[in-house]
């Protein structure tokens, strides 16, 4: 008639296979929400995608420069190059030429 509460204790190999659960779950959850997980696989490929665009453009624009450098390199520049450079940066003409403003 003596009512008794019942605890419920929990053994060690029960706290041992809580605590593995709760690694297991969470290991699971990085998979999904991680920053390398599935959640985030598609901004990563969309940034991949952003990147190869950029590194594209500035390979273009290396080229490009290499070959100015090409064009003024000091045994053999490039006559052209030189003239424009001159006519820009120091704003100098020929008699025989018309200088035109654009606006």
Known sequence: ?????????LTKEQTTQIVALCCL????????????????WSENSRLLGERQKEVQQLLLQRNELRNRVALLNPDHVDPDMAGELVRRNLNVVHPDEMVMMLN
């Open 1 to 9: 008639m003596w009512r008794t509460k019942f605890r419920p204790t």
């Open 25 to 40: 779950l969470f290991l699971g959850a990085m998979v999904l929400v991680g920053p390398s997980g599935l959640l985030a």
